[in-house]
């Protein structure tokens, strides 16, 4: 791998992962601000709250790794195991992210809850199909 890809690809889930985090964390502070305080709400303010936080370990990583590499100008393999950490964590953040997602329809309502289930679940197969797709380029 070439310096330029190494920078693509650690800016690329940089990216990713800030994003992802602003959702997870804008979704935290609208279900504080709701004023209602059921279970599933307590419960989504968690999953919402443990996503952010994957995300926002993944964009650290990431944005120091970018950082080392530019600074170095080469690739730093002595932290191949921390970026490895760090997309792990990411891709189990997307899951954490998603069931969020499939929860959050249950506040609303029952038929509002299966829809937004199923179609979590669908994200999440999608996903996992990406993932298995590209991943396995590399074995």
């Known amino acids: 791998m070439t310096l330029e890809n190494y920078l693509a690809e650690a800016g690329a889930l940089a990216g990713l992962a800030g994003i992802l985090a602003g959702f997870s964390l804008s979704a935290v502070v609208q279900l504080l601000s709701a004023g209602e305080k059921t279970r599933l709400e307590t419960a989504e303010v968690v999953i919402f709250s443990a996503a952010s936080v994957m995300f926002l370990y993944t964009l650290i990583v990431a944005v120091l790794s970018f950082s080392a590499a530019a600074e170095l100008n080469r690739i730093p393999n002595e932290l191949d195991n921390l970026n490895v950490g760090g997309f792990l964590i990411l891709c189990g953040a997307i899951y954490v992210f998603l069931t969020g997602i499939g929860v959050a329809g249950w506040i609303r309502s ?27 380029l590399f074995t």
């Open 110 to 136: 029952k038929i509002a809850g299966v829809l937004t289930t199923f179609f979590a679940l669908l994200s999440m197969c999608m996903v996992s199909y990406a993932l298995v797709s590209v991943l396995s």
